[in-house]
């Protein structure tokens, strides 16, 4: 079936860093979110794209729905020790399924 | 309350025992996911109900598992004869979007 490549699987970062991680695709999606999910929880979303090229900030987040549609991004500027967890992308795909990739573990160095 | 609720929270059993696991989904979502999470691991998606309509059973990994979803409000997973590679964190979701899903705490099943 449809898979998700999300990169990279891990990162180990120092707070205040900013950070990056990006899902790619061989399908276009319709939709693109972005998840996180903290040990011992359920994902929470974070971030919903519906257009090509669209920009999406929710405080120091930022996602974008790539503008070929295969593909996103997700920045967190400024990490804080609350950043720490998995987080997941999920494209919708023509036939109205999520697709998910299989998660950045963001660790940060005390 | 007002989110997706998952109970048990944990269940440790037996090797070959059942085992129920129940989901109250947000008022009012139609659709509902179940999914299983191992240790470290991403999401693999097992069974997702919408409405009246048949359940698409695509991603459960074996007649052991079912679902059922009653009066298209609380759903029940259903492992018979568990092994040790059923144990994991089962999670469930409810949509009223099909791609918006909102996640339940999940269930924590270990099998000895």
């Known amino acids: 079936g449809q898979q998700l490549n999300q990169s990279p699987q891990s990162m180990f970062i120092q707070e205040g860093e900013d950070v990056s991680m990006n899902c790619t695709s061989s399908?276009?999606?319709?939709?693109w979110l972005w998840y996180k999910q903290d040990p011992g929880e359920g994902p929470v979303l974070l971030i919903a794209l519906y257009k090509a090229g669209e920009l999406t900030s929710n405080g120091r987040l930022t996602a974008q729905f790539g503008i070929t549609r295969k593909d996103s991004f997700l920045n967190i500027s400024a990490s804080i020790p609350s950043d720490v967890g998995i987080y997941f992308c999920?494209?919708?795909?023509?036939?109205?399924?999520?697709?998910w990739g299989a998660g950045t573990k963001l660790i940060i160095k005390p | 309350g007002a989110g997706v609720s998952q109970s048990p929270s944990n269940k440790v059993t037996e090797k070959g025992k059942d085992v129920e696991l129940r989901c109250d989904p947000i008022s009012g979502h139609t659709a509902l996911y179940w999914y299983r999470q191992s240790l470290g691991q991403g999401l693999e998606f097992l069974i997702y109900f919408q409405g009246n309509s048949a359940p698409d059973k695509s991603g459960l990994p074996s007649d052991r598992f079912s679902a059922e979803r009653t009066g298209g409000s609380v759903s029940t997973l259903t492992i018979q004869r568990t092994q040790q590679e059923d144990s994991a964190v089962y999670l469930c979701?409810?949509?009223?979007?099909?791609?918006?899903?909102?996640f339940g705490p999940g269930t924590r099943l270990t099998v000895l």
């Open positions: 399908s276009i999606f319709n939709t």
């Open positions: 979701a409810s949509s009223a979007l099909t791609w918006e899903q909102f």
């Open positions: 999920a494209g919708q795909d023509s036939n109205y399924q999520l697709i």
